[in-house]
């Protein structure tokens, strides 16, 4: 398959986690959680909350103005693979900082990730 529909899939995958990560104020009521957290801490959560989603823009971004530019240099393959190692370490991360989830929850949550990193790696053209 064309490399590019994998790239164009991850971009739409990074998008979806973007907007999910955009619920995030809402889905863990951050307005009364965040509260009782030390000021820098509440900070240091929300900033990296936006820069995340900010990344994963630009990421889909990028995957969808450039994709040949991805597809065809040293650069673009090394984004692509590195994209796909952070999202294998993610789903590794996941029970580990989250050993209290409902059962069945890490799984998924893990295997949303390895997603993520297949169709990272999927898009990159080793040639």
């Not at 991805?70 to 693979?81: E, K, M, P, S």
């Not at 409902?102 to 949303?112: H, I, S």
Request: charge should be positive; hydrophobic fraction near 60%; aromatic fraction near 12%.
């Amino acid at each position: 398959m064309n490399t590019h529909v994998w790239i164009y899939a991850a971009a739409g995958y990074n998008v979806a986690l973007a907007l999910f990560h955009l619920g995030f104020w809402r889905m863990f009521r951050w307005s009364e959680e965040l509260p009782k957290l030390h000021p820098a801490n509440r900070g240091v959560l929300q900033v990296l909350n936006i820069m995340l989603i900010a990344f994963l823009l630009l990421m889909a971004g990028i995957q969808v103005l450039a994709p040949a530019e991805l597809a065809t240099t040293a650069t673009g393959r090394l984004l692509l693979a590195g994209l796909s190692a952070c999202w294998i370490l993610r789903a590794v991360l996941q029970p580990i900082f989250w050993p209290t989830m409902p059962k069945g929850t890490n799984g998924a949550f893990a295997f949303l990730f390895l997603i993520g990193a297949g169709l990272h790696a999927l898009a990159f053209n080793p040639a």
